[in-house]
Antibody
């Protein structure tokens, strides 16, 4: 069974930093890209960042570019999100998700999600 | 980043109704479009990938269509468990943006 467990959230002051972790199990971790998606309270889903299977390709939403860094350690079956220069608008539940692909290899989608770790930015 | 715009933002319907949700991309994304359903307090669940391919285990009352910039999600014969929020997501570019969501209410 695929499992994704996030950790590292908490309450932090504006301008502060956190490192979120996502521990994966139940699948061959280095076969898949991974993604962080966040959801502010009462709001919609927002793509934050993604990383390819080997870490060679990364992508960031404009709203976090230059402040967030995604990385992975395939030996530890884990993906990370370093979040710096935190703002009030970064308050959200942060999910990691596995990016799966269909049999053709053309289409990618998020097929497994963790329950999330809550980041609250408040003075 | 590609902007994804859904309409309507919310929709009221009844059990047994047929509903359609629209998603528009700010540039052509071919058929690289996914649809997810999210219920309160739960992680999203994939419904459709590649614009029209039904994910395994998803009821056949869900269907998707479209290509280029305009896409639709259709639910025929609404069931009580279908009242939720629906999101589109493009996977044409590596920054895989979501639409803002459509809440389907009774």
């Amino acid at each position: 069974e695929v499992q994704l467990v996030e950790s590292g959230g908490g309450v932090v002051r504006p301008g502060g930093s956190l490192r979120l972790s996502c521990a994966a199990s139940g699948f061959i971790f280095d076969d898949y890209g991974m993604t962080w998606v966040r959801q502010a309270p009462g709001k919609g889903l927002e793509y934050v960042a993604g990383i390819s299977w080997n870490g060679g390709t990364t992508g960031y939403a404009d709203s976090v570019k230059g402040r967030f860094t995604i990385s992975r350690d395939n030996a530890k079956n884990s993906v990370y999100l370093q979040i710096d220069s935190l703002r009030a608008e970064d308050t959200a539940l942060y999910h990691c998700a596995r990016e799966y692909f269909d049999s053709s290899g053309f289409y990618r989608f998020l097929d497994s999600w963790g329950q999330g770790t809550l980041v609250t930015v408040s003075s | 980043d590609i902007q994804m715009t859904q309409s309507p933002s919310s929709l009221s319907a009844s059990v047994g109704d047929r509903v359609t949700i629209t998603c528009r991309a700010s540039e052509s994304i071919n058929t690289y479009l996914n649809w997810y359903q999210q219920k309160a307090g739960k992680a999203p669940n994939l419904l459709i990938y590649g614009a029209s391919n039904l994910q395994s285990g998803v009821p056949s009352r869900f269907s998707g269509s479209g290509s280029g910039t305009d896409f639709t999600l259709t639910i025929t014969s609404l069931q009580p468990e279908d009242f939720a929020t629906y999101y589109c997501q493009q996977n044409f570019r590596y920054v895989r943006t979501f639409g803002q969501g459509t809440t389907l209410e009774i």
